[in-house]
């Protein structure tokens, strides 16, 4: 199929799912879709390797050629023979075409979960924890059921590319689900033009990429895609809910991949405590509060930045997550992130002296400022952070320790829809373009109005203030620029902490007051 024929195929398979949703939460709904696919992927992919095998026997010239039905039969039940091609096993009861043959069968929702069973026993190492049990005690109707089987059985994922196919269709469900949630949707998808800015500007060849926010994996897709999959990379990464775990699981095996993925809280159990990666990559959750900041060591490794020291805050994650990334960031390394706009001005006492730190220490590379409305179902304007262990001209890149390039990318993007704003692919290589160059080569133009490569000592000179506007000249320094929706939630924050502090108090007066008496 044509590009534009796969976009409307795509859009046509979701939109029959959606009409099969019946009374089940919008929410819950890709829980029970996307395992029903990944299931389908299995199943395409052993059923095209067994009829790669037969093919193999069955050609005198090849050296699987025996000429003996038994020894033919025995190496296609041969599990090796599958393993050494990526694929996993499949039993009759967990297959594809049993589940289509039941599908209106009054007890199909039980035999899912029992082919999930069947799976994840079968494959441990790749799917323990991964295939939810969820179809039997769920709303979904058998009808339901059938449907989305019937769906997924379509002829055209039987060939040659089903499993492409199949893979896509992954990704396009995912991110629909997402824009459905809005706002939630955030919490497992990043859209597709910012991870795409972001690996173009990192250029993922080869080592360790770490992505300790995962989401559903879409990061680690497309570093690999970038390399066009030829094996160079090793995943790691970590997510804090255990659904969306599964999700990113299933998103690596249907691409191709594997990755080192635990369940967990990167900022209070780091479950990769000695990893360095040559690429952190990451879209954090944007300001978070009340996280946890007192149950950090004093002591913690990762505070450290440079000769200098960070302290966390419960104000707002978003210094902790940036100190954790440049903990994480092997020697030559680097670190490219999303961030709040606030992160880039913010005159709270801890978060500005790690700003500063950060840029004292050499370690900020590059700041790019995004278009609004690039997030599903949140209007809060966001930027790009670099952070670099190479910019003393060191592994293949130029010396560039006194500097730190701005981009003003906020009158970028095209409205894809009323709500929703995308990078266009012009628009992605002239920001990585401009990136590329200035770590690897020369120092690029000026152009005013969208990038300039400023000294440190004009960044010390605006207070640190980190907004590329300042200095490419489409902002005046008139003080914090921190966004309505960022300050808001913030102060909010504060003032129940006051009222808190306040009841506290009053309680006091009125104990002493009452013990006179």
């Not at 706002?183 to 991870?195: A, M």
Request: aromatic share 10%; proline share 4%; glycine share 10%.
């Amino acid at each position: 199929m044509s590009a534009q024929a796969d976009i409307i195929f795509e859009r046509e398979l979701w939109e029959t799912a959606v009409t099969l949703r019946g009374t089940v939460a919008p929410a819950d709904y890709k829980h029970y879709v996307l395992p029903l696919l990944f299931l389908r992927y299995l199943s395409l992919r052993f059923e095209q390797r067994q009829q790669q095998i037969t093919g193999l026997l069955r050609d005198p010239r090849s050296e699987y050629y025996t000429g003996d039905p038994e020894t033919d039969a025995e190496i296609l039940k041969d599990r090796t023979e599958y393993e050494k091609a990526n694929v996993l096993t499949i039993p009759e009861e967990a297959s594809w075409d049993y589940l289509r043959r039941h599908a209106r069968a009054g007890d199909i929702k039980l035999k899912l979960d029992e082919a999930m069973r069947i799976l994840e026993e079968r494959h441990p190492d790749k799917l323990q924890g991964v295939l939810p049990r969820i179809y039997a005690n769920s709303n979904l109707e058998v009808d339901q059921v059938a449907g989305l089987i019937s769906l997924f059985s379509k002829d055209i994922f039987a060939k040659t590319n089903g499993a492409d196919l199949l893979g896509r269709t992954y990704e396009y469900f995912i991110s629909n689900f997402a824009s459905t949630e809005g706002t939630r949707g955030g919490e497992f998808f990043t859209p597709s033009s910012i991870v795409r800015l972001l690996v173009e500007m990192l250029e993922p060849t080869a080592g360790k990429i770490f992505d300790p926010a995962c989401g559903s994996g879409g990061m680690f897709v497309q570093s690999a895609r970038f390399t066009q999959h030829d094996g160079g990379l090793s995943f790691y990464g970590q997510e804090r809910i255990e659904t969306t775990w599964r999700l990113c699981k299933m998103n690596l095996i249907l691409h191709g991949l594997d990755g080192q993925i635990a369940i967990g809280n990167s900022l209070l159990g780091d479950v990769h405590p000695g990893l360095k990666a040559d690429i952190v990559i990451a879209n954090p959750p944007f300001n978070q509060r009340s996280w946890g900041a007192d149950k950090v060591d004093e002591h913690d490794a990762r505070l450290q930045i440079g000769y200098g020291r960070g302290q966390p805050t419960d104000s707002n994650a978003n210094t902790m997550w940036m100190m954790h990334f440049l903990s994480h960031l092997a020697d030559g390394g680097t670190a490219g992130y999303v961030m709040a706009n606030g992160s880039m001005t913010t005159n709270t006492r801890e978060e500005k002296a790690a700003r500063q730190a950060l840029v004292d220490e050499g370690f900020v590379d590059c700041i790019v400022q995004l278009p609004d409305k690039l997030f599903f179902g949140t209007g809060i304007p966001c930027c790009l952070w670099f952070l670099s262990k190479n910019r003393g001209g060191t592994h293949g890149y130029r010396y560039r320790r006194d500097e730190i390039l701005f981009v003003d990318a906020r009158p970028m993007g095209a409205m894809v829809n009323r709500r929703q704003r995308a990078l266009t692919d012009d628009e992605i290589g002239c920001i990585a373009g401009v990136y590329r160059r200035y770590k690897r080569y020369d120092v690029p133009d000026d152009v005013p109005g969208f990038c300039k490569i400023a000294l440190l000592d004009d960044v010390r000179g605006h207070d640190y203030k980190l907004t590329p506007g300042i200095y490419v000249g489409t902002q005046a320094d008139d003080g914090e620029e921190e966004p309505f929706e960022e300050v808001m939630p913030r102060m909010i924050e504060e003032l129940r902490g006051l009222f808190a502090e306040s009841n506290v108090l009053q309680e006091g007066i009125l104990g002493d007051l009452e013990g006179l008496v």
